[in-house]
């Protein structure tokens, strides 16, 4: 083809005519030969100047595969020129090998397939190609400079190496508080240098003046406080001394530069911005971004105005691959559809690994996506996009954001998260960042397993979702006032059914306790249906919403199961009157479309809106300890009905279930003989609940660990933010039912 353009005289415009000769040849060989499908191929080992086929090896003349995606997207733009795609679509089957990108991959709407004709860039093995938003760096070596050695910890000065990272082209650092440089070693995330180790200190007390009182706890605006022990004397040096705590709330984490310390009077004071929410005695943070604290193998250190990175490996440096993460996303998608992405290994990125925004009918299938600044997967405003059989881990935001559907209109978007695993995940945005986020309108998670993680799994917003046969444990481990499904403040956002969930061991800060479903702040219109709830502490949580229903769950100890309060009657009237009455006139709640969904939301501000009104509890079974945590004052709100009340209910495996650290769904049948069949209880699919294998999953069987359960610190015997809010909702008695 080549000696062809050369012979015509032509050969200074092949970046523009070889892609359309090439479209040509392939879609005349397709109708020639009746093909179903056209087939691109990409290796490593590629050139782009080939024509994307396979080839014997070596290969001849211009016949072999491409080496980017991105000239395999370009081939399709061409093949789409000459005409229709061919019956069946095009599939680019990815070899094997690192795919380094220098920019994100990029698809828009002219890279869409269509249904009859969708795009497949396809990994022709699961997993192993990898798509690196990252840039390997070699060359490391020991530490020699004595001013630096002498700022090291003792134990760690023959250990560091040291590598200049302007050397190697890299000068963007980007910022220190989250989406800038990390440091990857042997495919896992090394730890920013910090103290403590693992864990928090505390603040002794405060020094900030200008103190305030926010529900009984008191304040201070100022970021100054005393510190405990001698250790932050040894920061006094440090260039850009950060801090992250939960300076006020256990829900709210903030970095914090630090501006200086005193050791004489262990006063230790942060750079404005302050914490929003003030600062508290008592409240856990820790330091980070420390060369002195690098004293344990995988710490690092970046010394941003030289360029330095500085790093104790957990093994030999030359024996290990090490990279730094780099572009700001891997993957955009922007209006395309029909178009899916399977079995890759996407990495190295500092922000959102893949974006799609717009489009329809595409699906990320069976990648493994690791090791970023950010969160996995952003879906905004497209419908039918389903992220199907992913491992998600290691990742500094959330899993997946699916945002999408008409509120208005209660249009639908049927986004989908299913049988992913998502789990080790908010490592720099500890709070608000959950495995699966759903917004909008019509939007699913289902199957998926999501476990250890300091935040919330599932956090929804919007109408008519659905959340069913999830596993879910081990999260909510650094906050109390957190559920690990959670959803909160508004009267219009209705129609969500939470239904065949396991949920474990969520067992919330220092072992104090969190929530399951927890619907904040008078949220409303929530249907908790069949669901399994282990060791879970306040599993189900209505605060002072309306319209509620759980039916046909199984508790077993889980303490304090049933918590209903009224709260919009008293500290939270506030948001009634504001916040709660300007979302529901922001939604045309009256109209005969709104009216036909949701009968009860019309008439709501002439129905003594700060009442709990309408919720029901029927036909559950509460196992183990005391379950009702509720005013009696609001007993004449709600309906309660046929539910089980510690009786046992006659598990087939009874130790079996309450006694295994890491239990199964199917360890709580029930015998055919339970009572509790006979108030109306209907069988739990507890063989249906979590993951399934599946051709679309990258990797069976999963591997998955309970967290053990964290221990208070003997110093610091103070309530958690849930049960000091509890304490303010004027609850003087229980009252059995």
């Keep these: 083809m080549f000696l062809l353009l050369e012979r015509l005289g032509m050969s200074e415009h092949r970046n523009v005519i070889v892609p359309f000769l090439f479209a040509m040849v392939l879609v005349s060989g397709v109708l020639a030969t009746g093909a179903p499908a056209a087939d691109l191929y990409v290796s490593p080992g590629g050139n782009d100047a080939w024509n994307g086929q396979r080839a014997s090896i070596p290969p001849s003349g211009d016949a072999g595969p491409f080496a980017t995606l991105e ?3 370009d081939a399709i733009r061409a093949i789409k020129k000459t005409g229709e795609l061919p019956e069946g679509g095009v599939t680019v089957h990815v070899a094997e090998g690192t795919y380094f990108l220098r ?42 400079d004595e001013a630096t050695l002498k700022r090291l910890d003792e134990a760690a000065r023959s250990k560091v190496y040291e590598i200049a990272l ?18 990857f070693f042997n495919g896992k995330p090394m730890q920013i240098a910090r103290w403590p180790n693992e864990g928090f200190t505390r603040i002794v007390d405060l020094r900030g003046g200008e103190e305030f009182d926010i529900r009984g706890t008191n304040r201070a605006l100022i970021g100054r406080w005393v510190y405990k022990g001698d250790r932050p004397s040894r920061w006094i040096h440090e260039k850009d001394a950060w801090l992250n705590g939960y300076w006020s709330c256990d829900w709210s984490s903030e970095y914090q530069r630090v501006k200086s310390i005193d050791p004489g009077e262990h006063i230790i004071e942060v750079e404005k911005p302050y914490h929003v929410y003030g600062y508290r005695k008592g409240q856990w943070y820790y330091a980070l971004n420390l060369l002195c604290e690098i004293d344990t193998p995988g710490e690092w250190y970046l010394d941003r105005e030289n360029g330095i990175l500085y790093f104790w490996p957990p093994s030999p440096p030359e024996n290990a691959e090490a990279f730094v993460s780099l572009l700001p996303e891997a993957v955009k998608m922007n209006n395309v559809s029909n178009c899916t992405l399977r079995g890759f290994v996407v990495e190295g990125v500092r922000n959102t690994d893949i974006i ?14 690791r090791n970023s600044g950010g969160t996995a997967v952003r879906v905004d405003d497209g419908t039918d996009i389903g992220v199907i059989g992913c491992d998600i881990y290691d990742v500094g935001g959330g899993g997946m954001v699916l945002k999408g559907g008409d509120r208005k209109t209660l249009t639908p978007a049927k986004l989908f998260a299913d049988n992913n695993h998502i789990h080790d995940y908010a490592r720099w945005y500890r709070m608000l960042n959950p495995g699966i986020s759903l917004k909008g309108v019509g939007n699913r998670a289902s199957h998926n397993l999501i476990d250890n993680a300091p935040h919330i799994a599932i956090i929804f917003g919007g109408n008519d979702h659905i959340i069913e046969y999830n596993e879910i444990h081990s999260v909510c481990y650094e906050s109390s006032d957190a559920g690990a499904i959670y959803a909160g403040r508004d009267w219009t956002q209705r129609g969500t059914v939470i239904r065949y969930n396991f949920m474990h061991d969520v067992t919330g800060f220092e072992g104090r306790g969190s929530v399951g479903v927890y619907l904040d702040d008078m949220f409303c219109g929530t249907h908790i249906y069949g669901n399994l709830f282990y060791r879970v502490y306040r599993a189900a949580f209505i605060g002072g919403g309306r319209d509620n229903v759980y039916e046909n769950n199984l508790f077993v100890d889980c303490p304090k199961a049933l918590h209903i309060d009224n709260r919009a009657q008293n500290w939270a009237g506030p948001s009634v009157d504001k916040t709660m009455t300007e979302r529901l006139i922001a939604m045309p709640y009256t109209n005969a479309l709104w009216k036909k969904k949701y009968p009860n939301l019309s008439d709501i501000l002439q129905d003594d809106p700060a009442a709990p009104k309408g919720n029901l509890i029927a036909r559950n079974i509460f196992y183990g300890p005391d379950w009702k945590d509720y005013p009696k004052e609001i007993i004449k709100y709600i309906t309660f009905k046929n539910n089980m009340d510690n009786q046992n209910p006659n598990l087939t495996t009874p130790d079996k279930a309450r006694d295994n650290p890491s239990p199964k769904a199917t360890d709580f049948a029930l015998k055919k003989d339970s009572p509790a069949f006979a108030l109306g209880f209907k069988p739990l699919p507890l063989d249906m609940m979590g993951l399934y294998e599946d051709a679309d999953r990258a990797s069976w069987p999963t591997v998955d660990s309970v967290r053990p359960e964290g221990k208070p610190d003997p110093n610091w015997n103070h309530m958690s933010d849930l049960d000091t809010l509890i304490q303010l909702f004027s609850v003087k008695s229980l009252h059995s039912v």
């Design 71 to 73: 000239r395999a997207r």
């Design 103 to 144: 920019e994100p991959f990029t698809l828009t709407d002219e890279d869409s397939g269509t249904t009859d004709a969708p795009i497949t860039y396809l990994a022709e093995k699961t997993g192993s190609a990898r798509l690196m938003a990252g840039h390997i760096i070699t060359g490391f070596k020991p530490v020699t």
């Design 166 to 183: 302007k050397s190697q082209g890299i000068t963007d650092y980007g910022p220190v508080e989250g989406g800038g440089l990390e440091l």
């Design 356 to 369: 799609i925004e717009g489009g329809e009918h595409d699906r990320i299938e069976a990648c493994i996506i």
